[in-house]
């Protein structure tokens, strides 16, 4: 148990289907991010989400969009994905204050494969 | 351009000691994090150093030296399960998380 759980952890879908990935926080925790792993490659920061807000988006395609209705839960809806997306997709959250160094901490990821 | 190196992979005996290194070049630091993530798992927190010196925490120990932008995660008494890939993290002068591939090491009988 992690204190931060993800849904599905497996998800396979089309190219032309639409699909959401839900992440919950039982942290008490104030920022949650998304982030892309693939395989023998660095771990990519999609979103990040503070007190709520976006603060950060680095270039990610538009066919993935977030959405943070509160400081507990994070989507990350899918619609027209390619191949190339296929990868595991971890959730993650910490408790940032100005000038801190602070833990994040991680879901066990969606793995998802794009046919 | 901001980057982290550690060795890809690799392989030490169980029972022995491993060290796994890491090399940065950043914007700015402001502290070094080590996880450890076993296959299809999360990423978990193993350690975070942000001053100089050796931190020491049961059969893990890690290693900073912020002038040599090094850092090392050192594994004692080594256990099948230590099997898992070690992921180095460094915060920027912007707070932002730059991360190394992973080091992928195998134990083995």
């Known amino acids: 148990e992690t204190g931060v759980t993800q849904t599905p952890r497996h998800l396979v879908m089309g190219m032309t289907n639409k699909k959401s990935l839900k992440c919950e926080q039982h942290?008490?925790?104030?920022?949650m991010y998304w982030y892309k792993q693939s395989a023998k490659k660095p771990l990519e920061l999609m979103f990040v989400y503070s007190l709520e807000e976006r603060v950060e988006n680095n270039s990610v395609p538009s066919r993935f969009s977030p959405e943070c209705p509160n400081s507990s839960h994070l989507f990350l809806h899918l619609h027209t994905l390619q191949p190339e997306d296929s990868a595991l997709y971890l959730c993650?959250?910490?408790?940032?204050?100005?000038?801190?160094?602070?833990?994040?901490?991680f879901g066990e990821g969606s793995w998802l494969t794009v046919v | 351009g901001q980057n982290i190196d550690q060795p890809t992979e690799m392989t030490a005996t169980e029972g022995a000691i491993v060290q796994i290194n890491c090399t940065y070049q950043t914007s700015g630091f402001n502290g070094l994090f080590w996880y450890q993530q076993h296959a299809g798992e999360a990423p978990t927190f193993l350690s975070y150093?942000?001053l100089d010196g050796l931190e020491e925490k049961g059969r893990f120990s890690s290693f900073l030296s912020r002038s040599k932008g090094y850092s090392y995660l050192l594994l004692k008494e080594l256990q099948m399960k230590d099997s898992a890939s070690y992921l180095c993290?460094?915060?920027?002068?912007?707070?932002?998380?730059?991360w190394g591939a992973g080091t992928k090491l195998i134990i083995k009988p």
């Open positions: 942290l008490g925790h104030n920022a």
């Open positions: 993650a959250s910490s408790q940032e204050s100005p000038g801190s160094g602070n833990t994040i901490y």
């Open positions: 993290a460094v915060k920027d002068s912007n707070y932002q998380l730059i």
């Open positions: 150093n942000v």
